[in-house]
């Protein structure tokens, strides 16, 4: 081959590589004599991930799957970009789970077509890429929608693959760690949900209110050191005088208190039917008030403790609360007896015990 020749070819093969590029199918139909092949099997096969940058500025993802039981019902978990992080927009509105969207939008990035498993759309159903057994996934850029795919079966070649308006077959891998990771798509609501309350260092705390049925407790620290008042209430439920001079108060019942809050997790989570007997909005009276200054900070994390949780399911354990925190969307958590019980306690919990 002449020089000339060699150099056309290189620009041509490099132009093919930005736009796009052909892979050999390894079945479905042919056409024509030896040699020719269709217009069908050299389209250019689509990019499927998305560039950091289209990753960043991702905005909306909808992922949509079969119900197990009933292929005609689907289930759909839409996460939306807020301006303090993600949300569950659908099927409820909750906070998501801000590592777990960024695992999924970082897989995003690196996936792509390995190999051409058909050249036209007749065996969309034989791998499952529709609606009725593959999943959906659509990733959003505002109004735009940047990717379409349908994700079926998989086999020996990987991960069965359709891209919406593109009537071909593809395999991607679903192995190392450039591969299509599943699991980071198929999510039930829960397990997509923040279950983070709060969290804090506790070194930046400077003051401590427990509030509930059996009076005040505040802790503040001075010089390094937790120093207690505690305010009992009468047989009527007043307040009585502070109590300045505590005498058994145990420095040490601090600390395991910030060692359970400070990075205070939901066991489960209500819903609006739930909150109405809850007994959050009257937290001091069914359980307790906590609330936590932090050094900078204007405004103390809240976390209200109410009555015991009644709802049912695999993650129930006796004696399980309702709760809730500072948060936009009015979250209706369930904390367990470990960790509730702080929100409960009255002042013989934080005292040094007899020898």
């Keep these: 081959m002449r020089r000339i020749d060699c150099m056309i070819a290189g620009l041509a093969f490099a132009i093919a ?9 390894t079945s479905g139909p042919r056409s024509g004599g030896a040699g020719h092949r269709s217009s069908e099997e050299t389209q250019t096969v689509p990019r499927i991930a ?5 990753a960043d500025a991702v905005t909306r993802i909808d992922l949509t799957r079969p119900d197990e039981d009933d292929e005609f019902r689907a289930h759909r978990i839409s996460l939306e970009k807020m301006e303090d992080g993600w949300d569950i927009t659908f099927p409820i509105r909750a906070k998501a789970s801000q590592p777990k969207v960024s695992e999924l939008l970082e897989n995003v990035t690196h996936i792509s077509i390995r190999q051409v498993i058909d050249d036209s759309s007749r065996s ?49 891998p679903n192995w190392g760690k450039d591969g299509y990771s599943g699991f980071l798509y198929t999510r039930n609501v ?30 503040s620290k001075t010089g390094g050191v937790w120093v207690g008042i505690r305010t009992l209430r009468d047989a009527r439920g007043n307040l009585k005088e502070p109590d300045l001079g505590w005498k058994t108060f145990d420095a040490d019942r601090v ?22 007997l809850s007994g959050v909005d009257s937290a001091e009276e069914t359980g307790g008030t906590v609330r936590i200054k932090l050094k900078g900070k204007s405004t ?6 109410g009555k015991v949780s009644t709802r049912q399911s695999p993650w129930a354990i006796k ?9 936009r ?14 929100a409960l306690a009255d002042s013989a919990w934080f005292e040094r015990k007899k020898p």
């Design 17 to 25: 590589g930005a736009v796009g590029f052909s892979l050999p199918s």
């Design 50 to 54: 998305l560039a950091k940058e289209e």
């Design 124 to 172: 969309f159903d034989d791998y499952d890429l529709n609606d009725r057994k593959g999943l959906h996934v659509q990733v959003w850029n505002a109004q735009r929608l940047e990717r379409d795919l349908y994700l079926g079966k998989t086999d020996a070649r990987g991960q069965i693959v359709r891209s919406s308006g593109v009537s071909r077959v593809f395999a991607i």
């Design 190 to 219: 829960r397990s997509w949900r923040e279950n983070s309350i709060v969290k804090f260092d506790e070194g930046d705390v400077d003051e401590i209110e427990i509030v509930n049925v059996h009076g005040e407790l505040s802790f």
């Design 255 to 276: 600390r395991d208190f910030l060692l359970s809050y400070k990075s205070l997790s939901a066991d489960d989570y209500g819903d609006d039917g739930d909150r109405a």
């Design 300 to 305: 103390p994390l809240t976390i209200k403790v």
């Design 319 to 327: 004696g399980n609360r309702w709760a809730t925190a500072d948060d």
């Design 329 to 342: 969307l009015r979250t209706l958590f369930v904390l367990s007896p470990y960790t509730a019980v702080w």
